[in-house]
């Protein structure tokens, strides 16, 4: 294969490579000890040393080498274990490119042209690969091309897909072709001679939407923070519109919230990401939703098939999902027939005899003695064998953790579901069984309310239960019963207590859980019982708020085990911890199941059911509340219509969701909510609440305000009871307004929650569990980007009061910061550091988003007012250097925005101050290079005392040191800051050279040139006096002591009169420097050659050159917006030509 050149020293190091083909440019080698049939003692050696070195490690026996005549190093552009592939590669090189080399006259040109080529031949090979996974390869490479070539992006840009549309600007259409890749969407057209292209990063996309106008029926209109783009005319806009949400929900999910989300594996990593794969992701998100199955399960086959369905009689025709640990039926309609089997509870897996009445049946069989049959399986030997070996693994990985019962029995053979409509005795006489495990629940032993004294409670209960157990023999019992249409109407009456635990474990599959691991939960109380953390803090402080009305929750025994399960919880997923809302459900779930049971429940709803709900930012109940405003706009329009603003509804439903209605409803009401929601998922919460809000439409619409909706709402919930519920009907209170408006007495209104339910499956029951996560999958996108939107207000509010940028600038400022950190994701090399590798929204605002050295650079290149030439780099490293206060090697926006306020909005003497910060320690380090030629010792005894000004008049040193003085004064009236240390000659050089190179390529580049070199020799001569000055003070010293005195005859130059010379005490380096310190270290501190920042500012001042320059008003609204231009662009040619060089 190719191979990205690498430099080769030594052609044939220690003998181990023999030459089999050479010409001028190109080698083709064999490594010894490979085909060597002489068997010569080398070719032993090396042959034994590759064989027993590492796979990883092991030198391929084939290469090419490209050397180029009289240099010593070589590159290794092939390699290969067969000879065929390698003859081919020679072959290729000999017939393409010998004779072209010939033409060259430079050595280094060969190279290149060679490198290029070989680099061009792995970027095909690549292309080929990827497009080898298309259904048409062919049209995939050529599209691969032009979207590398129109849109020039990085190779690491991954395209995932293509279509041909319209794009349309205004009313006019621009047919051209959509490429859809991992990070961007982008568009091409050419059409008379008119160019348009554009690209648009998911991370920017706002709304998904399909839309009509009078031009079209139905277009995709994608917004943006920026702009709106709309496009039509798509050969298949279902799969197009699918595509891109798909893809936007999956970038925005990597992009902001990684973790928080738990992205599936195979979309971590981008590279994994096609077509194909993006389909068999939306089948599988589809799978686990309608089955409630666990988030890591994986889809395995699809396929069509039957099943004999022994109520109906006959086979009913559906598709066979297996995944890891389950086999999962669903009828062609939704709803109408399905089925749940887990492996773990499946003995064998077998074929029968096909016959033309069934052809290819398989013969599936459970621990409870029954056995399901599978018929018209297309591949059916594949699909048995595949599962047979799961189920191997599985039984082989259970039998680890526990006793393995014996798969073989003595008693009679399994009762086919196929033979006979009925269960066998053993099933019936289970029953009393089950009882006694349920009478383990908290509320067998505390009941909310009083019996009924006519005992009608009991006499519906007992109904209830036979209707169950009728149910039970002809449908089947425990998790793979078959559920039909006739079960969901049971659920709907209300499920009687005494099998309402079992039910709930059943429909959740919790059970399959909790039998594979018995002594779980055990362990995790052992575990978590007298730990302290913040979950613990608040499940303390709301284990007495729940339920509290409730008996079971009045008394200690309640209490502990509330608080055991949510500790266990807390501490099997921390990332969860604990969420307000989950000790109500504990506490219901408690109520009706054992205390396992309930956590096993738990696990299921907080894990699997509501998906993203128990996090910090309850991102999955926001985008369930998007998509019940959706629901409600398609379901109820005339309520929509009244209410064009529904987010007051949407804040009022959002506890309904949470709960379960377990907050708003009275609690016998709201447990047969729960009946439903475990049998169908969240799907039942959509169904009720469009039924509430259909139920007060005409009073909603009147409504004047949002306190006198919720009003509404809260009043019928309060009065929605259940069928045998004794306590008195609560009074609508719209009813109740009204009546006392008309002056008559208010009309008592309730309704049964049975009626409600029953109301809410009869009108929008034909809402399917894959309508809602298409719908899940669009508004995720507005959620994360309004949790965006937040955050980057939260950050400008947190910032703005230390900056004076305007608020407008602020915010581009921040989008452009963002974007810097996007874009490392985007195509990094992957040896970014690890905070920078997703999005962590915990952390505070302004640190959510840091970049790196490499990140600021490239922002530095962007916005700084004033660029230093080849020097800019070595400015940027240290600015990245001074503002990394926390040494981690990361800055975040707040002292990025610190940064760019002290270049454009602050005076001058707080800019000087920057620069001479970046020429001090910790900016400017002792390793620092420095191929200044200002190297040569600055000090002289010649110079002379006095300033040159430029308009030729000559001043004495004194007077202009005396107006130095002055101006120094004022600015340090207005200095409160930290005093500065002083600058020794090293890092002054360094300053000097900082301030020539930003003026370089200035229309005022010659006067500013004479102005700082006017300032630098000021600068020098006063360095010099006061060098003199303290080495003369140190002579004297050591000669007469401390005590004595030295007449000065300057004494206007003296450090007594003249503080700016005192720079060690005043500029804070004179700590080290005090009388306390030993007369030798004294004397070398003393003798060091040193400026302060004041004295620097003061000799700056004297130059109005230098003032206007400093002071000159910057425009950092025009930078910006051509950094917007810029920054993708250039990022994205700089990592190309990286990787092109690497």
């Known amino acids: 294969m190719w191979l990205n050149p690498e430099e080769v020293l030594l052609k044939n190091a220690l003998k181990l490579w023999v030459t089999e083909k050479s010409n001028d440019f190109f080698i083709l080698q064999r490594r010894r000890g490979h085909g060597d049939s002489g068997g010569k003692f080398t070719g032993l050696l090396v042959g034994a040393l590759d064989s027993v070195l590492d796979s990883n490690a092991r030198v391929t026996p084939f290469r090419i080498l490209l050397q180029v005549p009289g240099s010593q190093v070589s590159w290794t552009i092939a390699c290969g274990a067969a000879v065929g592939e390698m003859n081919r590669h020679w072959d290729w090189l000999v ?40 259904e048409e390869p062919e049209k995939f490479r050529e599209a691969l091309l032009k979207f590398e070539l129109c849109f020039g992006l990085p190779s690491s840009e991954k395209l995932v897909t293509t279509y041909s549309c319209c794009c349309w600007k205004g009313r006019v259409p621009r047919q051209g ?50 702009c709106q783009r709309d ?86 025709a ?107 005795g053993e099933e019936i006489e289970e029953r009393p069984l089950r009882q006694t495990v349920n009478t383990e629940a908290l509320m067998a032993c505390y009941h909310h309310s009083q019996p009924d004294p006519n005992n009608s409670t009991a006499t519906m209960e007992q109904v209830k239960e036979r209707l169950w157990d009728d149910h039970f ?20 009456m209300g499920i009687p207590e005494s099998l309402r635990g079992e039910l709930w474990m059943t429909f959740s599959d919790a059970s399959s859980e909790l039998s594979s691991h018995p002594d779980y939960y055990s362990g995790l109380v052992t575990e978590s019982m007298g730990q302290s953390s913040l979950a613990t803090e608040e499940i303390e402080r709301d284990l007495h708020r729940s339920l509290p009305d409730h008996p079971a929750f009045q008394n200690v025994t309640g209490i502990a085990a509330l608080r055991r399960v949510l500790t266990a919880y807390a501490h099997r997923n921390p990332k969860i911890g604990y969420c307000q809302s989950m000790n109500i459900l504990a506490s219901v779930l408690l109520l009706y199941t054992k205390e396992e049971e309930a956590f096993s429940l ?65 609690f016998r009401s709201a447990v047969c909510v729960v009946d439903c929601f475990f049998f169908h998922g969240i799907k039942a919460i959509f169904q009720l609440g469009l039924a509430v809000l259909d139920a007060n439409a005409t009073a909603l619409c009147a409504s004047a305000d949002d306190g006198q909706a919720l009003m509404i709402l809260t009043g019928f919930l309060d009065q929605v009871k259940y069928d045998e519920d004794p306590s008195p009907p609560a009074t609508h209170p719209l009813s109740s307004q009204s009546g006392e408006e008309e002056g008559s007495l208010p009309v008592e209104q309730h309704t049964l929650i049975t009626d409600l339910i029953a109301d809410s499956y009869e009108k929008f029951g034909d809402l399917t569990v894959r309508q809602i996560e298409k719908l899940r999958c669009r508004h995720r996108i507005q959620v994360l980007q309004a949790h965006e939107d937040t955050t980057k207000e939260n950050a400008l509010r947190v910032v703005t009061p230390d900056v004076s940028l305007s608020p407008e600038n602020l915010a581009d400022v921040y989008d452009l910061f963002r974007t810097e950190h996007f874009i490392n994701l985007y195509w990094g090399d992957g040896g970014t550091t690890v905070a920078l590798q997703h999005h962590d929204p915990g952390r505070p605002y302004v640190e959510q988003y840091r970049v790196d050295r490499a990140q600021f650079k490239s922002l530095y290149m962007l916005l700084v007012p004033w660029l230093c030439g080849l020097h800019t780099d070595t400015v940027a490293h240290r600015t990245f250097t001074l503002l990394d206060q926390d040494r981690d090697s990361l800055i975040t926006f707040r002292e990025f925005a610190g940064w760019l306020d002290t270049l454009y909005c602050v005076e001058l003497n707080e800019k000087v101050r920057l620069l001479y910060r970046l020429h001090i320690p910790p900016a400017l380090t002792e390793s620092e290079d420095d191929p200044s030629p200002l190297k040569s010792p600055l000090l002289s005894t010649t110079r002379p005392l006095h300033v040159e000004l430029p308009n030729g008049e000559i001043r004495d040193f004194q007077e202009q040191l005396k107006q ?78 401390a005590g004595d005195e030295v007449e000065d005859d300057h004494k206007e130059g003296s450090q007594e009169d003249h503080p700016v010379f005192s720079t060690k005490e005043e500029e804070g380096g004179g700590g080290e420097r005090k009388e306390g310190t030993s007369k030798s270290s004294g004397s070398e501190s003393q003798s060091e050659w040193t400026v302060s920042y004041a004295q620097i500012l003061a000799s700056l001042l004297t130059e109005q050159q230098l003032v206007n320059f400093f002071e000159k008003p910057m425009d950092l609204s025009a930078k910006v917006a051509e950094a917007k231009v810029k920054q993708y662009h250039e990022r994205a040619g700089l990592l190309m030509l990286q990787q092109g060089t690497s």
Request: with cysteine; glycine share 4%.
């Open 602 to 666: 738990l696990v299921a709803v907080c894990e699997r059911m509501l998906p993203d709900y128990f996090n910090r930012r309850v991102i999955g109940a926001q985008v369930d509340q998007s998509v019940f405003e959706e629901l409600i706009r398609d379901r109820l329009p005339e309520l929509a219509e009244h209410i064009p603003d529904l987010s007051p509804l949407s804040s009022i439903s959002l506890s309904w969701f949470l709960t379960l209605f377990l907050s708003v409803l009275p």
């Open 177 to 226: 072709w959509l490429y859809l890749s991992i990070n961007h969407m982008a568009f091409y057209s050419f059409l008379l001679g008119k160019e348009v292209k554009f690209v648009i990063p998911w991370a920017e996309v706002t709304r998904l939407e399909r839309v009509s106008t009078g031009l079209m029926t139905d277009m995709v209109r994608v917004t943006t923070r920026r």
């Open 964 to 1041: 130095m003085l002055k101006d120094l004064a004022k600015e340090k009236e207005k200095d409160v800051e930290q005093p500065l240390p002083p600058m020794n000659q090293r890092e002054f050089i360094q300053f000097c050279k900082t301030l020539y190179s930003m003026f370089h390529g200035n229309p005022d580049e010659n006067e500013l040139f004479q102005a700082i070199a006017t300032v630098t020799s000021l600068v020098l001569q006063i360095g010099e006096v006061d060098h003199r000055s303290r080495c003369s003070g140190s002579e004297v010293s050591s000669e007469g002591g």
């Open 473 to 492: 023999s002809e449908y089947g019992r425990g998790v793979h019963m078959f559920r039909t249409e006739k079960i969901q109407k049971l659920v709907a």
């Open 231 to 316: 496009f039509s005319m798509f050969l298949s806009l279902d799969e197009a519109f699918g595509v891109i949400g798909q893809l936007a929900d999956i970038a925005l999910r990597r992009l902001l919230d990684s973790e928080g989300l738990e992205l599936d594996r195979v979309l971590q990593q981008s590279s994994n990401i096609t077509k194909r794969v993006l389909e068999e992701q939306a089948l599988r998100a589809y799978v686990l939703a309608l089955f409630r199955l666990p988030r890591g399960e994986r889809l395995q086959e699809v396929a069509l098939c039957s099943v004999w369905t022994p109520h109906a009689r006959c086979h009913t």
């Open 318 to 424: 559906g598709t066979l999902y297996t995944t890891d640990s389950y086999l999962c039926f669903a009828s062609r309609e939704e709803g109408q027939c399905s089925l749940l089997i887990s492996l773990s509870e499946v003995i064998s897996i077998e074929k029968a005899e096909s016959t033309s009445l069934l052809p290819n049946p398989v013969i599936v069989s459970v621990r409870s003695k029954k056995a399901f049959q599978l018929m018209e399986l297309q591949d059916r030997d594949s699909l048995v064998d595949s599962l047979t070996s799961r189920l191997r693994s599985l039984q082989w990985k259970h039998s680890m953790f526990r006793s393995k019962k014996s798969l073989t029995s003595s008693s009679p053979y399994y009762t086919f579901y196929y033979d006979t409509m009925y269960c066998d």
């Open 95 to 134: 017939q393409n490119l010998l004779h072209s080399l010939s033409v060259f006259e430079n050595k280094e040109d060969v190279a290149s042209f060679v490198k290029g080529k070989v680099k061009g031949l792995i970027a095909e090979e690549v292309r080929g690969k990827q497009a080898a996974q298309e």
